[in-house]
């Protein structure tokens, strides 16, 4: 199946969040992270329900969480190996990764 742009969206509270896609009725993607500090985060999970698979719907949620630490000036530590790997494929995103 063709790739296909998705509405992401963004919940968040005072410890961490997800962003996350409705794929169906009962079909979620979700990245979530959590917060460790003033404006740095840990990427801690990243999943896409098994029949949605291989439709770049990680990669939406990647692109949208890498564009808003960009702009709220948040660093980012990936734990998750999705979002590490995606890291190393990306190194334009080096400026936003956590020391």
Same mark, same amino acid.
């Given at each position: 199946?063709p790739?296909?742009?998705?509405?992401?969206e963004?919940?968040? $509270?005072d410890?961490?969040?997800?962003?996350?896609?409705?794929l169906a009725?009962?079909? +979620?993607?979700e990245?979530?992270? @959590?917060?460790?500090?003033?404006?740095?985060i #840990?990427?801690?999970?990243?999943f896409? &329900? &098994?029949?949605? @698979?291989?439709r770049?719907?990680?990669?939406?949620?990647?692109e949208?969480?890498?564009? $808003?630490m960009?702009e +709220?000036?948040?660093? #980012?530590h &990936?734990?998750?190996s999705?979002?590490v790997?995606q890291? @190393?494929?990306?190194p334009?995103?080096?400026g936003l990764?956590? +020391?």
């Amino acid at each position: 199946m063709p790739d296909q742009n998705y509405t992401v969206e963004r919940k968040e $509270d005072d410890f961490g969040g997800r962003y996350f896609i409705r794929l169906a009725a009962d079909a +979620e993607a979700e990245m979530t992270y @959590r917060r460790t500090g003033d404006h740095v985060i #840990v990427v801690d999970h990243t999943f896409t &329900p &098994p029949a949605f @698979r291989g439709r770049n719907i990680a990669q939406q949620l990647m692109e949208k969480l890498v564009a $808003d630490m960009g702009e +709220e000036g948040t660093k #980012v530590h &990936p734990l998750c190996s999705f979002a590490v790997v995606q890291f @190393r494929r990306h190194p334009e995103w080096s400026g936003l990764l956590a +020391e």
